[in-house]
């Protein structure tokens, strides 16, 4: 599908346009998750990632201790006062690595209730969520006009790689506009898999943008390497609030793709 013989970075042969920055473009996009207790706590994170030039917002709405439409109406607006930077809605289960647990009729419901209020640029919705619940957020997003990235987070092993290739081609199946896998490694063998999965996935498998990495300590090098072969974004910290294992911060991510031209 793609000839990356003599490109540094693989690219997506199908990119996404998110206002001022491609997804899938020559230059690979950082991307802060805010989290927070709080709307304050999460709004005052904005500002710190929009003053330090993150490329993507995930608003992480499972840190959150309120989740009812008024809070999120309250959150989403008061970051479109600040910046009209691209959002990411994520709403993680538990299982794949959420902050606090909720039951799954009401995270489904915060996803019917971003999608009414607008204002966000993706969703995030994960690929073992019931199909139904899965399709009605898909089906909705779209029509509103909003991204999906349909998700796969394993924080026990990082599986084979023509089992994360299967899972690839079930996510865009099921109607991802972006596709992402996360796995975490127990030696260095499990980051090669991931890295070759990666690409293959990236030159053989599909167009669309990919979101992609190793997850952990071990996997920390993979958050740089893997944007070379094949993902599109990358997730960074602001200091100290990392929302997964193995987060480097912005400044040592922007440092690092420097060196390359990509920043």
Do not use: W
Request: proline share 5%; charged share 25%; aromatic share 6%.
């Amino acid at each position: 599908m793609f000839d990356a013989s003599e490109t540094l970075r693989v690219t997506a042969p199908e990119p996404i346009v998110l206002k001022d920055v491609i997804l899938g473009g020559e230059k690979p996009l950082i991307c802060v998750p805010i989290v927070g207790d709080t709307v304050k706590q999460m709004i005052q994170n904005v500002k710190e990632a929009v003053g330090q030039e993150a490329d993507i917002l995930e608003i992480r709405i499972d840190c959150l201790d309120k989740r009812d439409k008024q809070t999120l109406d309250d959150l989403i607006s008061k970051i479109r006062e600040l910046s009209d930077i691209p959002i990411i809605f994520t709403n993680r289960p538990k299982e794949e690595g959420g902050f606090k647990p909720q039951k799954e009729e009401e995270r489904i419901q915060t996803f019917i209730d971003a999608a009414t209020i607008g204002g966000i640029d993706i969703m995030d919705i994960e690929l073992s969520t019931q199909p139904k619940m899965r399709d009605l957020v898909v089906t909705l997003a779209k029509r509103r006009g909003v991204y999906v990235i349909i998700s796969y987070h394993n924080f026990e092993f990082t599986p084979n790689k023509e089992t994360l290739l299967d899972i690839v081609r079930e996510e865009k199946k099921a109607g991802a506009d972006i596709v992402k896998f996360m796995t975490k490694p127990k030696t260095h063998l499990d980051v090669i898999t991931q890295l070759q999965a990666l690409f293959e996935a990236r030159t053989n498998v599909v167009r669309c943008p990919i979101i992609s990495s190793a997850i952990g300590t071990l996997g920390s090098y993979s958050r740089i390497v893997s944007l070379f072969l094949g993902s599109d974004l990358t997730f960074a910290s602001l200091p100290g609030r990392q929302s997964a294992p193995g987060q480097l911060t912005v400044q040592e991510v922007k440092a690092m793709l420097k060196i390359f031209n990509l920043r």
